[in-house]
């Protein structure tokens, strides 16, 4: 009698913790039916777009089939029409953009560069002077002004950061305190991979390359930068 018992109290709790479970399965799904959608975030706090693309409430959403006919718009494959981008997250216009910690690929082309404008030494020099202290780290700012939509500026101002990686920053080999050289000069645009990108050359040999993306219709852009046709840094150019 007392192993009855034991057995049927047994199966009493168990079909109990079963029944409870079921319970709790079938209020969380709402009789079957899948769980909510994770919503992605929209507005200005939503992820900022790869070049040539436009962040609106279907996400991030290429602009191309849209410029001419509803310029800085994104094109809805689904739907086939073009929707807006968000408020407070459309394409920048200022053409302002910023890229820090370049990755320095070559630092004997950098100091080459740096030393054109008489800022540095590259051989047989020490100290402060010498060009070996700066090109081991830099920042690319780089402005143009009216640039909207897919209209490409004749001309963009270039700030090269060296020695460290962000404006304000200190040169790592230098003690605190040292500035950074921070040479500024113009270079003349032109379109580059088919009218996708572009180009600008500058002072003694410098050219830089954007592969895809313009300024007013991009939030971000890789950069190639070059000394006398040798690539010497590499970078992401942010609007700011």
């Given amino acids: 009698m007392k192993a009855l018992a034991r057995h049927t109290f047994w199966v009493f709790g168990l079909t109990m913790m079963v029944a409870s479970m079921v319970l709790v399965g079938c209020g969380s799904n709402d009789g079957g039916t899948p769980g909510p959608s994770v919503i992605a975030p929209i507005g200005p706090q939503a992820a ?3 070049a040539g693309q436009v962040n609106t409430s279907y996400g991030c959403l290429y602009t191309s089939s849209c410029q001419g006919i509803y310029p800085g718009y994104g094109w809805l494959p689904g739907e086939n029409r073009c929707v807006p981008p968000l408020p ?8 302002t953009f910023l890229a820090r910690d370049l990755q320095i690929i070559n630092e004997a082309n950098f100091g080459l560069f740096l030393e054109s404008f008489g800022l540095c030494r590259t051989y047989w020099v020490l ?17 143009t002004s009216g ?8 001309l963009a101002n270039l700030t090269l950061g060296a020695g460290a990686g962000y404006p304000g920053g200190r040169n790592k080999n230098l003690s605190t305190g040292r500035q950074i050289l921070a040479p500024s000069f113009s270079a003349n645009l ?13 002072p003694y040999g410098f050219r830089f390359v954007v592969n895809n ?3 007013g219709n991009s939030y971000q852009m890789n950069v190639d930068l070059e000394f006398n046709g040798a690539v010497f840094a590499r970078g992401t150019l942010i609007a700011q």
């Avoid at 407070?88 to 053409?95: I, K, N, R």
């Avoid at 100290?127 to 070996?132: E, H, I, L, Q, S």
């Fill in 48 to 50: 900022i777009c790869p």
């Fill in 88 to 95: 407070g997250v459309t394409a920048p216009t200022s053409g």
């Fill in 127 to 143: 100290g402060n002077t010498d060009c070996g202290s700066y090109s081991h780290a830099g920042f690319l700012a780089l402005q």
């Fill in 147 to 154: 640039a909207t939509g897919g209209t490409l500026p004749s």
């Fill in 190 to 202: 032109s379109p580059a991979n088919n009218s996708n990108g572009f180009t600008g050359r500058g």
């Fill in 213 to 215: 993306g313009l300024p």
